[in-house]
């Protein structure tokens, strides 16, 4: 394997990881914006009061992307066992 492979291949899950990851980040980070933006108006600053909607937004997001995500990871292996099996 050479150092260009070596590259391609840590490129590919790379941009994996950050396809993977958006459908969870995405929703948590626009409710977190929200919350921050209320509790900046209301002047409450309360830890949990971010902590807990932004955990089940995240959960919710997982279980509808939840077989998105997988097919990814599983695109990504199928294609990295391809090249070991053909020798890269």
Do not use: C, H
């Not at 492979?5 to 990851?21: G, K, P």
């Not at 997001?61 to 890269?88: C, D, H, K, P």
């Amino acid at each position: 394997m050479s150092e260009i492979d070596a590259l391609e291949i840590i490129q590919t899950v790379l941009w994996t990881i950050i396809i993977a990851s958006s459908p969870l980040v995405l929703p948590a980070m626009a409710v977190g914006i929200v919350i921050a933006f209320g509790q900046a108006l209301t002047q409450v600053q309360e830890a949990t009061l971010t902590f807990v909607p932004k955990m089940l937004v995240v959960f919710f997001a997982a279980m509808l992307a939840g077989s998105f995500i997988a097919s990814q990871l599983n695109a990504v292996t199928e294609q990295l066992y391809g090249r070991i099996a053909t020798g890269f």
